[in-house]
């Protein structure tokens, strides 16, 4: 019974997704909503982006300080470690868990919500594809600007690092930044850009599903915001393994 409720759901997705990916019918509608959900998706969340970075971040540089005390292992490796963690994961896969629960309620609600008041039901009688209308924005604007919050989450995430080093005696400055710099690999950063591209699309894509299948009232769209929360985490740990094995064999 799970199985095949999950195959009529993943069904019904990709139908939802063939309705979205269509040529919008004004450009410039289009255009300026994209903006509109840029804004309100991507540029909203960076303030909650820096806090959580810098936080993680110190914590990071801390922990692996306090348990890697060894005089075998150079002082340096509490920077290494904390980039290539933060290169590896935590700018991409954590970071998108974390949005998951911010953009991707806010996207459910929203849609929900025009759902049962008949918003959307209005759109489609005015001959509107409410599908490619109301979700491809989000889905663009959410995937053109994930790059910039995990450009966000690295810079910050490793100032608190450097913040540890400033203000305790854990590690010292020219230690943790020469950590920083040892035995750097670009391709870690873009690894982190093209797996978060990943996670945003389905953070967007599948709140809308949600969100746009709502009946009921106020109480299933609440419903419908954690469904959508708990289904996306779900599915960018699946893609996070898989997009690992791709790309670092």
């Known amino acids: 019974m799970l199985i095949a409720k999950s195959l009529t759901a993943f069904g019904n997705y990709c139908l939802f997704l063939r309705r979205i990916f269509t040529v919008p019918d004004k450009g410039k509608v289009f255009l300026n909503r994209t903006i ?6 991507g540029v909203d969340s960076i303030p909650l982006v820096m806090v959580i970075s810098i936080f993680i971040g110190a914590v ?5 300080q306090l348990n890697i005390a060894s005089p075998l292992i150079p ?7 904390t980039r290539d963690i933060v290169l ?20 459910a609600s929203e849609i929900g919500t025009m759902r049962v008041t008949e918003q959307i039901d209005a759109l489609e009688i005015m001959g509107i594809n409410s599908c490619n209308y109301l979700v491809l924005p989000k889905i663009i604007g959410f995937v053109l600007f994930m790059p910039v919050l995990v450009a966000f989450c690295i ?12 203000f305790t005696d854990l590690i010292t400055v020219s230690r943790y930044v020469y950590g920083l710099q040892a035995m750097f690999q670009e391709w870690y950063v873009w690894y982190g ?29 609440g419903k419908a915001s954690t469904n959508a929360v708990v289904n996306s985490s779900i599915l960018i740990l699946l893609l996070d393994v898989v997009l690992t094995k791709l790309l670092l064999q």
């Open 36 to 41: 509109f959900e840029i804004n309100k998706l």
């Open 60 to 64: 990071i540089a801390i922990q692996m």
């Open 75 to 81: 002082s340096y490796s509490v920077g290494l470690a």
């Open 88 to 107: 590896l994961e935590f700018s991409n896969s954590i970071l998108c868990l974390i949005l998951a629960g911010k953009v991707g309620s806010n996207i």
């Open 155 to 166: 810079a910050t995430s490793l100032f608190g690092g450097f913040a540890v080093a400033v």
């Open 193 to 221: 850009i093209i797996k978060s591209v990943f996670f945003a699309f389905i953070i967007a894509s599948v709140s809308s599903y949600f969100g746009y299948y709502v009946r009921g009232g106020a109480l299933e769209v």
